[in-house]
């Protein structure tokens, strides 16, 4: 049978690949360390587990609001209020499964066919897929290293055509782990505002910081930034929620209300569980988000100093998420390699390490490695890839 178009020219996300192929190894009996995935290695909360437990055992198994629970959505605007100082209301904030579906209904509901979308590089997998889903076209813009993988208010402006509809900023970035400062953000907001570009703010990390940095949303800055901003968050990577599904976009009411519409004929509404789940999430106490964020900054410190001593591996410190993204290419030459895939390729096969290729994030020379995992089997797999490198440069 024929399938559409539409889904001709989408590529399997790079990550959720390379996880499944080192879990048929893990399967087969190799002793595979999978620095891949993008979750934390953390168990959800207990007090989460026990809200989820109350909701089963009170009956609260049924249909919800299509735009999610009216207590949820108070939490939600509780929670924004609290943390980025902003005013929304329950019309303005819909409950979606998980914040890759917030971002897909965004840009089905945005989007008409040859809509440009701009998506600075290194990106996550999956926001070309999502607006290429929607007939839109990824418009890419090159963050480079010696600017932090950021871009400039220059880059954006020169970028913008008639055809520009949406700007995706990704702060703290995945798989960068970068940061755009308050004056950046107020920089590249005054392009987007000047020029009628809708900014769709990934904050899905917001949490996730270290070396004493704050969250800034670039919906805080202005009012005019405000209404000229869809908000995206969840609370899969902050309360180590990934299998729970709950995500949600905050911003202009006509847009949420055309999401909210969509999301009535695709998904009905998110699992009342998990939503009763991520009540409990956000209401209750959140000294667990910060003991994982400790832990996460601990492993980070350890491994962005061994994994630099590596030979052939250059890398800036990240300054959130839980992702290194150091340069291989040197590696990937001294190793015999014409590219970083071929690195990666080697690495799991020969040493059992799985790694995440910089190809699938739109930048070729890198390899992002996930800490979201214990620190003795980061050492392990740092001590792996060292002695990799050790052997191919000796043979060479």
Not at 45 to 55: C, Q, S, T, V
Not at 154 to 161: D, E, G, H, N
Not at 364 to 379: F, G, I, K, M, P
Request: with cysteine; aromatic share 8%; net charge negative.
């Amino acid at each position: 049978m024929k399938l559409a178009k539409r889904v001709s020219t989408l590529t399997p996300s790079t990550t959720l690949e390379i996880t499944a192929k080192a879990k048929e190894l893990k399967d087969a009996g190799h002793d595979v360390i999978g620095l891949g995935a993008g979750e934390p290695d953390f168990n959800t909360p207990e007090h989460i587990l026990d809200a989820a437990k109350k909701a089963m055992d009170e009956g609260l198994t049924k249909y919800t609001p299509s735009g999610g629970l009216p207590a949820l959505k108070k939490e939600i605007i509780s929670k924004l209020e609290k943390d980025q100082k902003l005013s929304y209301k329950p019309s303005e904030v819909i409950v979606c499964t998980g914040a890759k579906h917030a971002l897909y209904t965004l840009f089905q509901v945005i989007l008409d066919k040859e809509d440009e979308v701009i998506i600075p590089t290194p990106y996550w997998v999956s926001y070309p897929e999502q607006v290429k889903l929607a007939e839109g076209v990824p418009v890419y813009v090159e963050g480079k290293e010696e600017n932090q993988f950021k871009i400039t208010p220059s880059q954006l402006k020169a970028a913008i055509t008639s055809k520009t509809k949406a700007l995706i900023l990704n702060s703290p970035s995945n798989p960068t782990g970068m940061i755009y400062s308050k004056q950046e953000l107020q920089e590249l907001g005054q392009v987007c505002l000047d020029h009628d570009v809708l900014i769709v703010s990934d904050e899905i990390y917001e949490k996730l910081l270290y070396d004493g940095n704050e969250h800034v949303s670039i919906a805080q800055l202005s009012p005019e930034l405000k209404n000229m901003t869809i908000i995206i968050n969840g609370v899969s990577k902050s309360h180590s929620m990934t299998g729970w599904r709950i995500g949600y976009a905050v911003g202009n009411a006509s847009i949420i209300s055309a999401m909210t519409n969509l999301a009535s004929h695709s998904t009905s509404n998110p699992t009342s569980i998990a939503q009763y789940a991520t009540i409990a999430a956000y209401s209750g106490s959140q000294e667990d988000v910060e003991v994982m964020r400790q832990a996460f900054e601990e492993r980070l410190n350890i491994i962005f100093e061994k994994l630099n001593q590596i030979p052939g591996f250059h890398c800036i410190k990240p300054q959130g998420a839980f992702y290194l993204f150091p340069n291989a290419s040197e590696a990937a030459t001294m190793a015999g390699f014409d590219d970083v895939d071929g690195l990666v390729k080697a690495l799991l096969e020969e040493e059992k390490v799985a790694l995440v290729p910089g190809s699938g994030f739109g930048a070729d020379n890198y390899v992002r490695l996930s800490y979201a995992t214990s620190l003795d089997q980061l050492e392990k797999a740092i001590e792996r890839i060292a002695r990799y490198m050790e052997k191919v440069t000796v043979n060479r």
